[in-house]
């Protein structure tokens, strides 16, 4: 009851937040579809809220000119093809030149490839990782459109294989999720794993949704593996984990990055997670991160600035908010043509927040460079909409995730030149 009143609240809100009736002529509306229920639930309701509030941010130090950013906020529920409707009639019905989101990338692919590539609109998801988007980009099915503030799984399932050899776990189980992310992150994970000296017992995909996962657990402790690699979301993962344990297997775990996350901690059970490692798309912390830390919780009405997908989908509102002031209207082509340009090499650091997001306009109006410098860390895109960044290396202890250390992008590409020789 108490998270569905809570999903109540923020619906509710979102809703008012984006009201036509509430904007302005000027106003420019932006497209937010999001995981706000579902298995990916946690992730969606934080990114909302952040690009919530990165607009509230940039209209109060003064907009596109005077007018606001205003968000049409839809629930993909998870599902691809629910995302998909919502999608489509941002762009068919409310003329969005962009749309923030998903947030898994299960719901990112088909938006990208049934709605914003073939319209030319432009699409940035915070949190989708799987190198199928990637792949689509240089095969030329995006039209250039795509962009991501997060890193690939093609790299991050080196980084995590790394990690867990590093902490002694030489012999894993793996239960992945059965979908394009949860496939392509196994996949580059093995391929790195195995050529490092690791041994994999078994690997197990399972469904979304069911109230056991039982069999999966039981299948994944054949071969007597020291640990489970699971790449899973909060919920199911939650339950994932408890057939594991209760079947009597060592509680020890890899984590992929969306599991970082109190709501799976709590689920468990926290005296259960002591020998819990994970790795997440990295951060380098800047004054973003400082102000960001400090302001989202009472923004977001009590969700944790660490809660998946908050920080980098704030970038993700206010990459896009600095893109449509720098293309001074809200045209997709325009946007999406800004978008590397306002966190480009060279540029006048701007950080989060009111008072900097107004000195980003005073210098966009004087027609010099800016280069955003996130919450997450300075980042910059590549051809494809590829963001390259560090790895952060977590442990949870006593039921809270501490980062204990860091893989940087070099080392990370060195080791997957090492996997091809």
């Known amino acids: 009851m108490k998270k569905m009143l809570l999903i109540t609240t923020l619906l509710t809100a979102i809703g008012a937040s984006a009201a036509p009736a509430l904007a302005a002529d000027c106003d420019i509306t932006i497209g937010v579809v999001m995981e706000l229920t579902g298995p990916a639930g946690a992730y969606g309701q934080a990114g909302a809220k952040s690009v919530e509030m990165a607009f509230r941010d940039f209209n109060e130090a003064g907009g596109v000119d005077g007018c606001n950013l205003v968000t049409d906020t839809r629930d993909s529920q998870s599902q691809g093809t629910v995302a998909v409707d919502q999608a489509t009639q941002l762009v068919n019905i409310k003329k969005v030149p962009v749309i923030i989101g998903g947030i898994i990338s299960s719901v990112s692919i088909p938006i990208l490839t049934s709605v914003t590539a073939p319209a030319g609109v432009v699409q940035v998801s915070p949190a989708s990782s799987s190198p199928t988007l990637t792949q689509l980009a240089r095969d030329g099915k995006t039209s250039g459109v795509f962009f991501r503030t997060i890193t690939s799984d093609a790299l991050q399932g080196t980084a995590a294989a790394k990690y867990a050899l590093d902490q002694g776990l030489k012999k894993i189980a793996i239960i992945h999720v059965n ?24 690997v197990t995909p399972y469904n979304e949704k069911q109230a056991s996962y039982s069999s999966e657990a039981s299948a994944a402790m054949a071969g007597e593996p020291e640990a489970l690699y699971l790449v899973s979301y909060p919920v199911d993962g939650a339950t994932i984990a408890r057939a594991w344990i209760s079947g009597g297997s060592a509680p020890k775990f890899l984590l992929n990055d969306g599991m970082n996350s109190a709501e799976f901690i709590e689920a468990v059970g926290a005296q259960y997670l002591n020998d819990a490692y994970g790795t997440s798309s990295g951060t380098s912390p800047t004054a973003s991160t400082e102000y960001f830390n400090g302001a989202y919780e009472a923004f977001s009405g009590g969700i944790k600035p660490d809660a998946p997908a908050a920080d980098r989908s704030y970038d993700a509102g206010a990459i896009v908010a600095l893109a449509v002031a720098k293309a001074g209207k809200g045209d997709a082509a325009a946007i999406k043509a800004a978008i590397p340009q306002v966190v480009a090499p060279g540029g006048e650091p701007i950080h989060a927040g009111k008072e900097e997001f107004a000195k980003a306009l005073g210098l966009i109006k004087e027609g010099k460079p800016i280069k955003y410098e996130g919450v997450i860390g300075p980042v910059s895109f590549d051809e494809y909409g590829d963001i390259t960044g560090p790895f952060r290396l977590w442990r949870i202890q006593n039921g809270e995730i501490t980062t204990v250390g860091e893989i940087g992008a070099d080392e990370v590409g060195k080791i997957k030149s090492g996997l091809a020789q």
């Open 179 to 202: 979908n394009d992310f949860g496939v392509n992150m196994v996949r580059e994970f093995t391929a790195a794993y195995e050529k490092l000296g690791g041994t994999i017992t078994s």
